[in-house]
């Protein structure tokens, strides 16, 4: 017999049985080493696997910013109080952009510092501490990177932690820093506002696909709120690398905290990236793939990525409004009209789709065709 062998199962069977049960089953990602340590031990050193092939390296550096579109913004307390051209103007921004910044959201700035105060303490925690929290080999919850499928191809210059927020009894306490001074009353007390902020505009969203305020909300089933806590570290060579590859989010929307005077946000708009700039204490909100499908294409999921700069470390927090595993993404009946806007989306799980997404590298929005009728994969 085995030695370690108890009720059949070696001990290291048993450690993996765990493993898969503590994990959310969406797939993993290979262990890379965190860029992070990589600059504080070299600043100046970007090894080659950073470095992006010339069609991918950020262009149009020193644009003048005053010729590039900006997003539109979104006064929140507006829509929230029932204006009637604020929603109008939302339903604009989800159709021309995907992208759009609310203002007037009612999250504090009190808030606002101490949820990005608690991030910046867990990145600047000793590494030894930080893993502690560290993605496990079959997940992609924790510290670490995600997408990340092959040795070869090209890595983000960014450290992420990624928890699950909401069902409260989801989260894995494992990967939360409790360590660190408030950060699991910010996170909580930012959550309870952004869950009402992506109420709202999940309501109104709703409401302008022509079905009851609550519907879309009970589509998603019980939702799940994560959050993807972004760090950049600066970059010697910040033109030939990305801090994010390009990539459309999954979820259904997306509340993004940036920062107040650090710029990386970009967005594919016609053709042309643009940045997002920032507006102070704005929240960016974009549409995911689970909106593409559920609107039949009417509100697209619009490609984004980040860029690095040479001096100062960037953060950002994304918050994701994901449906249920067990919902269906694919099109509502209000939204298929057969001669103008025929279904092209199918109707799939949720967590069939996640798979999907989180099997692949970031590669724009190539891991939407699964969702799409017309494609063979
Ligand atoms: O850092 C940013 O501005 C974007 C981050 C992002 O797109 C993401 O975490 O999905
Ligand atoms: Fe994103």
Redesign the pocket.
């Known amino acids: 017999m085995e030695l370690g062998m108890e009720n059949g199962a070696s001990y290291k069977e048993q450690e993996e049985e765990e493993e898969e049960e503590e994990g959310l089953g969406w797939g993993k990602s290979l262990p890379v080493q965190s860029v992070q340590e990589l600059v504080r031990r070299d600043p100046s050193s970007v090894p080659e696997r950073y470095i992006r092939d010339h069609a991918e390296r950020p262009k149009d550096r020193g644009v003048v910013s005053a010729i590039t579109p900006d997003i539109p913004v979104i006064d929140f307390s507006l829509l929230s109080g029932g204006h009637e051209d604020e929603r109008k103007r939302l339903d604009l921004a989800c159709k021309e952009w995907g992208f759009f910044q609310i203002i007037n959201h009612g999250v504090e700035e009190d808030l606002l510092c101490r949820i990005r105060k608690a991030m910046g303490g867990f990145f600047n925690l000793s590494y030894e501490e930080k893993k502690k929290h560290a993605m496990a080999p079959n997940d992609v919850h924790g510290y670490g990177q995600a997408f990340v499928v092959s040795e070869e191809q090209k890595l983000d210059w960014n450290d992420?932690l990624y928890i699950i927020v909401e069902p409260t009894e989801q989260r894995r306490m494992k990967y939360w820093p409790i360590i660190v001074p408030d950060f699991k009353d910010a996170v909580d007390m930012y959550s309870t506002k952004i869950k009402r902020i992506a109420e709202e505009l999940l309501g109104n969203i709703s409401l302008l696909m022509n079905m009851k305020r609550d519907e879309l909300l009970a589509m998603h089933g019980t939702w799940k709120l994560s959050m993807?806590m972004?760090y950049?570290p600066p970059c010697s060579r910040p033109d030939d690398v990305l801090?994010?590859s390009p990539?459309s989010?999954g979820s259904s929307i997306?509340i993004?905290l940036?920062e107040d005077d650090i710029p990386?946000?970009q967005i594919k708009y016609k053709g042309e990236w643009i940045p997002?700039k920032p507006i102070p204490n704005a929240l960016?909100i974009n549409i995911g793939d689970s909106l593409e499908a559920w609107s039949n294409g009417m509100y697209e999921s619009i490609e984004?990525?980040?860029l690095t700069n040479k001096d100062s470390a960037?953060m950002?927090l994304?918050t994701?409004v994901n449906p249920d595993e067990n919902a269906d993404i694919g099109p509502v009946d209000q939204m298929i009209d057969e001669i103008h806007r025929p279904r092209m989306y199918k109707t799939i799980k949720h967590i069939d789709f996640l798979r999907h997404f989180f099997s692949k590298k970031l590669e724009g929005k190539t891991h939407t065709h699964v969702l799409k009728l017309d494609n063979k994969e």
Do not use: E, I, M, P
């Open positions: 992420l993807r972004n950049y801090g994010v990539h989010d997306t993004l940036q990386g946000l997002v960016v984004h990525r980040a960037r950002s994304a994701f």
